[in-house]
Nanobody, 121 residues
Framework: QVQLVESGGGLVQPGGSLRLSCAAS????????MGWHRQAPGKQRELVAT??????YYADSVKGRFTISRDNAKNAMYLQMDSLKPDDTAIYYC????????????????WGQGTQVTVSS
């Protein structure tokens, strides 16, 4: 019933910027936490950033360059990516911990389909 859809990926030059969006829809009572993961060619998926309440986490590789944010009214999450590097090239996935029913409370993890980010000159 719950779906996550990413958007905003594309091709940019090194040093450029992109803003990724993740929109959640369906049976949503509340979104407990959200995060971004990425998987580069030939590499395993890695955690990029998460947000839970007012707390945020960033992988060392993106700290200072990426900013995660949420718009609770829109059930949306964003990842502002600045000073992009070729190593940032990957498919970026949205992940959310969502309460889908109020009574009884049910919380599950959901994933989007991914959006491609390519950093190349």
């Amino acid at each position: 019933q719950v779906q996550l859809v990413e958007s905003g990926g594309g091709l940019v030059q090194p040093g450029g910027s992109l803003r990724l969006s993740c929109a959640a829809s369906g049976s949503i009572v509340s979104i407990v936490a959200m995060g971004w993961h990425r998987q580069a060619p030939g590499k395993q998926r890695e955690l990029v950033a998460t947000t839970h309440n007012s707390d945020t986490y960033y992988a060392d590789s993106v700290k200072g360059r990426f900013t995660i944010s949420r718009d609770n009214a829109k059930n949306a999450m964003y990842l502002q990516m600045d000073s992009l590097k070729p190593d940032d090239t990957a498919i970026y996935y949205c992940n959310a911990q969502i309460q889908s029913t109020k009574f009884p409370p049910r919380v599950n993890d959901y994933w989007g389909q991914g959006t491609q980010v390519t950093v190349s000159s």
